[in-house]
T-cell receptor
Framework: DQQVKQNSPSLSVQEGRISILNCDYT??????FLWYKKYPAEGPTFLIS?????DKNEDGRFTVFLNKSAKHLSLHIVPSQPGDSAVYFC???????????FGTGTRLTIIP | ETGVTQSPTHLIKTRGQQVTLRCSSQ?????VSWYQQALGQGPQFIFQ???????GRGNFPPRFSGLQFPNYSSELNVNALELDDSALYLC???????????FGSGTRLTVV
């Protein structure tokens, strides 16, 4: 039972344009969502998070949007840079529980 | 501030053997979680340790076991290895007091 889904295994975006990565979840009890970035041969690195009491969180070039009614979140990266090329994982957790449930990841490639 | 260190980085074992993977948590972190990432999948939660006790477990059989030591480092032990155990094993440390989740670079286990 895949509770967190990333339906696009890969995405290619021109440098300078906006990258939009999507994530859907099925468990309505999830109340905290995170995005991680992973380079080859490295562990996932925390990027940005959002609590279910918010619908948007912004940090520099990265913005996460949460639509609770649709059980959908998205990560916007603007402008996209070559160093953003990596695999991006969406993850969700329940309040007070540090266990993370991850999606299957989206490989983002930024084309110079 | 040291990060999360995992050893070894790569390992090849034969089906039926036993393996021990090690993790040193980040300074100041008292909780360690282990994840299994199979090829093309997102990390899956195995279990978490807090104050040397197992504190939550995912859907993994009992042949996956662990330990946490007084210095908060941890071991993951897998008995009776199966071919499907081939994966990247990630350790993450965190602090109950301040939150935050830091991943190590992982151990790539291949079972032949």
């Amino acid at each position: 039972d895949q509770q967190v889904k990333q339906n696009s295994p890969s995405l290619s975006v021109q440098e300078g344009r906006i990258s939009i990565l999507n994530c859907d979840y099925t468990n309505s009890m999830f109340d905290y969502f995170l995005w991680y970035k992973k380079y080859p041969a490295e562990g996932p690195t925390f990027l940005i998070s959002i609590s279910s009491i918010k619908d948007k969180n912004e940090d520099g070039r990265f913005t996460v949007f949460l639509n609770k009614s649709a059980k959908h979140l998205s990560l916007h990266i603007v402008p996209s840079q070559p160093g953003d090329s990596a695999v991006y994982f969406c993850a969700a957790s329940l309040q007070g529980n540090e266990k993370l449930t991850f999606g299957t990841g989206t490989r983002l490639t930024i084309i110079p | 501030e040291t990060g999360v260190t995992q050893s070894p980085t790569h390992l090849i074992k034969t089906r039926g053997q036993q393996v021990t993977l090690r993790c040193s948590s980040q300074s100041g972190h008292n909780t360690v979680s282990w994840y299994q990432q199979a090829l093309g999948q997102g990390p899956q939660f195995i279990f978490q340790y807090y104050r040397e006790e197992e504190n939550g477990r995912g859907n993994f059989p009992p042949r996956f076991s662990g330990l946490q030591f007084p210095n908060y480092s941890s071991e993951l032990n897998v008995n009776a290895l199966e071919l499907d155990d081939s994966a990247l094993y990630l350790c993450a440390s965190s602090s109950r007091d301040s939150g935050g989740y830091t991943f190590g670079s992982g151990t790539r286990l291949t079972v032949v």
